[in-house]
């Protein structure tokens, strides 16, 4: 199984974090739930927001291809790069991932999940 490293960001997940085994299949925002990492997601995984963006630092070619759905709500996404997902949607594979999650996001009201 893959592990997803997750580099530190100062409220999220100040000191970084590693997930081993991390299930094939599973939303890469499921699975920082799951362990704890906090992650923004404003519609609770449905891929109707941009709040759950994350950089693929590494092992972004292993991840299946965006929707056009998702492209779009990418489009919104504060400090889009090119190897942006939206963590709802993006799939672990079978190679390990290094997840960066950005400063900010649009969304201007955190909520309590």
């Known amino acids: 199984m893959p592990k997803i490293t997750v580099l530190p960001h100062p409220e999220v997940c100040p ?26 997601h404003a519609c609770e995984l449905s ?20 929707t056009d759905t998702e492209e779009d709500y990418l489009d919104r996404a504060w400090g889009l790069t090119p190897v942006s997902r ?9 190679e390990d991932l290094v997840v960066e999650l950005p400063k900010y996001s649009i969304n201007h009201a955190k909520e309590n999940h």
């Not at 927001?49 to 991840?63: A, K």
Request: glycine residues 6%.
């Open 86 to 94: 939206l963590s709802c949607q993006a799939r672990v594979s079978d």
């Open 47 to 66: 891929c109707a927001c941009t709040t759950c963006h994350v950089i693929v630092r590494e092992g972004f070619d292993s991840l299946p291809e965006a």
């Open 15 to 40: 000191e970084g974090a590693v997930i081993e085994n991390a299930p094939q299949g599973e939303s890469i925002c499921r699975i920082l739930l799951d362990n704890h990492i906090e992650i923004e």
